[in-house]
């Protein structure tokens, strides 16, 4: 079933667990996903990239997600992940998203409170729910991460805004990591604290240690992105596929072990972040 924003990290809330969020791709990454939170009976965020909106591909794949929702028999949200501006975050609206996440983390502050309070408010007149991001979550090519979201900061920013969730950067980054990272738990204890036990998100899901998302789960992050390690598995499968003797040609055929990656993953994610058996 497609939910909102606001109840799947509400149920996540209660019942003090954290929901991942599987960015997709391509119809196949979509089923992967899907098929890992029936199996395991787990609320799921299935999110895409503004750059899949801006251009073709996000039309054709966005009623793809709503029709995997629906038909789906676990809580899905459809989610807009990193969008720039209200060019996005409408299009995607309009394309059925039931979350939006408006990223103005590399504004000035005032700057950023001002744009994501804006999508915010548009979003509200359509009851859809916005992500927020403060203190900016680089990448793992990035040579330093010293932007680290405060406390103060992030309290001001959810009370100005009206943000539903707050993405926050303790320690991870977008990508491959070269060396394990290691989270700031006490900064996300002290952000949950200062900001009304808001739900907290961590975005750069792929290579963080198991042991430092069970604590960072612990400490109130409430949704958990994962992205390149699905790309990884989908595509590693493809050229071991492609790679054996006898190659499969028929595209419908050549997929399916590509799609039990994905789902393999997602499962495995899942179960790491404890919202498997959390469906209704
Ligand atoms: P990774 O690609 O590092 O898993 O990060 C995903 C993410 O945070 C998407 O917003």
Redesign the pocket.
């Known amino acids: 079933m497609l939910v909102s924003l606001k109840k799947i990290l509400s149920d996540a809330e209660k019942g003090g667990y954290c929901v991942p ?1 599987f ?1 997709v791709y391509n119809m196949e990454t979509v089923m992967g996903a899907i098929k890992a939170a029936e199996e395991t009976r787990a609320p799921v965020i299935l ?1 895409i990239y503004p750059r899949l909106i801006k251009e073709e591909c996000g039309y054709y794949l966005s009623p793809i997600v709503v029709a995997a929702a629906h038909k789906a028999t676990v809580p899905v949200c459809f989610h807009l ?2 969008g720039p501006s209200e060019l996005e975050a409408t299009r995607i609206v309009r394309w059925g998203a039931t979350g939006v996440m408006l990223d103005g983390s590399t504004l000035p502050f005032e700057e950023n409170i001002a744009l994501t309070k804006r999508v915010c408010e548009m979003c509200a007149h359509v009851d859809v729910q916005v992500e927020g991001e403060l203190g900016h ?1 680089g990448t ?1 090519k990035d040579e330093d991460m010293d932007e680290f979201t405060t406390p103060e900061d992030a309290k001001r920013f959810v009370e100005e805004t009206g943000v539903i969730c707050l993405a926050v950067a303790v320690g ?5 990591y070269k060396k394990p990272p290691k989270l700031d738990i006490e900064r996300i204890k002290a952000i949950r604290e200062a900001t009304n036990n808001t739900a907290l998100v961590l ?5 963080v240690p198991d042991e430092e998302i069970k604590k960072a789960v612990k400490a109130g992050i409430r949704k958990m ?6 790309c990884y598995a989908f595509l590693d499968c493809c050229k071991e596929q492609l790679n054996a003797p006898e190659r499969i040609i028929a595209i419908d055929n050549f997929m399916k072990k590509p799609i039990e990656a994905v789902k393999e993953f997602c499962v495995s994610r899942i179960k790491l972040v404890s919202a498997d058996g959390k469906a209704e």
Do not use: L
């Not at 991870?172 to 491959?176: D, L, P, V």
């Not at 992105?225 to 699905?230: K, L």
């Open positions: 969020a960015n999110q992940d990193h979550v793992t991870t980054a977008h990508g491959r975005h750069g899901g792929s290579g992105n994962f992205a390149t390690d699905i």
